[in-house]
């Protein structure tokens, strides 16, 4: 597949750039039956969605990964950590990162945290080990020096960091915002679960690579970032007692469809998965999407095309015609799996 297929043209205008308030007032896109009226909100989700579905959320918290640092030798700097590489180690994406020397230790613009610099990495990256002078935990220092890193097409800081959180964030460790979550509230999820819709949740670390794009010719060919998943093994057999019994599972998210897929796919409950979601995959256990408008030439669009085939294009010019905004502050789309893309639940692992 040509990555030109995965192209069109988005205007920057569409481009969100803060999240909609309240939450659940994202505007929603439905297309999938027997769902009825297309343009609705986030807050009529309990409406358009069938009694006994299971509704997977995906629980991992942004850490405020993003530290101002302040070179020993005068200047500003940044660190952005992107996830652990062992004995306190991090991968992280330095700037200037020419004139951050290895073995520097570095001090953020604000609270107690201290940066020493490691080796390159390829990608771009660096090692750094964070630590602290006064003995606070990582975590508090990361809270007093760090903040939440925005994807790059966004544009200022957020007045509140929390509305890059979802309000099932649980699970620390990510570095980009499972963001079909962030529309979701506890009204509408108490609403899903008085409509007879069970929830349930996974834990798949989000990296930034989420929002790189395809660089190379052929969708086959790119190469998509690792990420860190588990699924509870209680997630995982009400999901399964749904296929089973022909009731539909709703992923809210891409990282809930990549976690889920990951172990209907390999029957590993956890560990790292390299799922390239791509046409021709064919889906377990997920055939409903809750989903946000993506990049084009992206691997979140190619898994889109895979679960829904290429009518996503009407769906996109539809919404860019009727001024949905996009992206990670973005209005959502409600998907449905195509027939054609239907596999089967893996083994359950135990």
């Known amino acids: 597949m040509d990555v030109s297929e995965l192209d069109y043209e988005l205007p920057e205008s569409a481009i969100a750039q803060r999240p909609a308030t309240p939450r659940d007032a994202a505007r929603l896109l439905v297309a999938a039956a027997p769902a009825g009226r297309r ?50 180690w991090w991968q992280a994406l ?59 097409y966004v544009h200022g800081r957020l007045d509140d960091d929390e509305r890059y959180q979802t309000v099932h964030a649980r ?12 529309h979701l509230t506890p009204a509408v999820l108490d609403r899903l679960r008085g409509k007879g819709c069970t929830l349930v949740a996974v834990d798949l670390v989000v990296g930034l690579d989420t929002f790189r794009p395809i660089s190379v010719d052929r969708v086959e060919d790119h190469v998509v970032h690792t990420e860190r998943y588990r699924v509870p093994e209680s997630t995982w057999d009400v999901v399964v007692g749904a296929v089973d019994e022909g009731r539909p599972v709703l992923a809210i998210g891409t990282t809930s469809v990549r976690a889920l897929e990951s172990v209907a796919v390999t029957g590993s409950l956890e560990g790292r998965t390299d799922l390239y979601i791509r046409p021709g995959h064919r889906f377990g256990v997920v055939d409903r999407l809750l989903t946000n408008f993506h990049l084009p030439r992206s691997s979140l669009l190619a898994l889109i095309e895979a679960f829904v085939g290429p009518g996503w294009r009407d769906l996109y010019a539809e919404a860019l015609a009727g001024g949905y905004r996009f992206l990670s502050f973005g209005d959502a789309s409600l998907l449905e799996r195509s027939t054609a893309a239907v596999g089967g639940p893996g083994p359950v692992a135990g």
């Open 171 to 182: 699970s620390p460790g990510s570095v980009a915002a499972p963001t079909a979550g962030l």
């Open 94 to 152: 330095c700037r200037p990162s020419r004139r951050l020397r290895d073995g520097e230790v570095v001090g953020a613009a604000h609270g107690p945290l201290l940066v020493e610099l490691g080796g390159t990495l390829p990608g771009g990256r660096r090692l750094v080990r964070p630590h602290t002078a006064d003995g606070s935990t990582l975590d508090d220092a990361l809270g007093a020096s760090g903040t939440v890193p925005l994807p790059p």
């Open 39 to 88: 343009n609705r909100t986030v807050t009529d989700l309990p409406e358009v969605v069938e009694p006994g579905t299971v509704v997977v959320v995906n629980e991992t918290r942004v850490i405020p990964a993003r530290i101002a640092v302040r070179r020993a030798g005068g200047g500003d700097g940044e660190v952005l950590l992107l996830e652990p590489a062992g004995d306190g």
